[in-house]
């Protein structure tokens, strides 16, 4: 079993930044693809950025520009850097693991509110 925890959500203005971090730990596996979605409530979870474990990243194209994916050295990590926040980017935050096998999970989230 595998679990991923998120931290570094919280309440930012527009145009202020955050950075959101992913630690997977648990039995032995192999991450193919680590990634941030969002959801609103009422609304479908929405990819924000993943990369591959060889470095490929991808956007939404509501974050091109805004955010940046990375991974750790230790390749269980995932981060997310957020900058020029705006309202629309409020939601729950969640970081989702996908390995080789090809088994999926999910952290429990973490909040990012933007507002003045």
């Known amino acids: 079993q595998v679990r991923l925890v998120e931290s570094g959500g919280g309440l930012v203005q527009p145009g202020g930044s955050l950075r959101l971090s992913c630690a997977a730990s648990?039995?032995?596996?192999?991450?193919?693809?680590m990634g941030w979605y969002r959801q609103n409530s009422g609304k479908q979870r929405e990819l924000v950025a993943t990369?591959?474990?060889?470095?490929?990243?991808n956007y939404a194209d509501s974050t091109k520009g805004r955010f940046a994916i990375s991974r750790g050295n230790a390749k269980n990590t995932v981060s997310l850097q957020m900058n020029n926040l705006k309202p629309e980017d409020t939601a729950l935050y969640y970081c989702?693991?996908?390995?080789?096998?090809?088994?999926?999970?999910w952290g429990q989230g973490t909040q990012v509110t933007v507002s003045s």
């Open positions: 989702k693991l996908v390995t080789w096998s090809p088994n999926t999970y």
């Open positions: 990369i591959t474990s060889a470095g490929t990243t």
């Open positions: 648990g039995s032995a596996f192999s991450s193919a693809v």
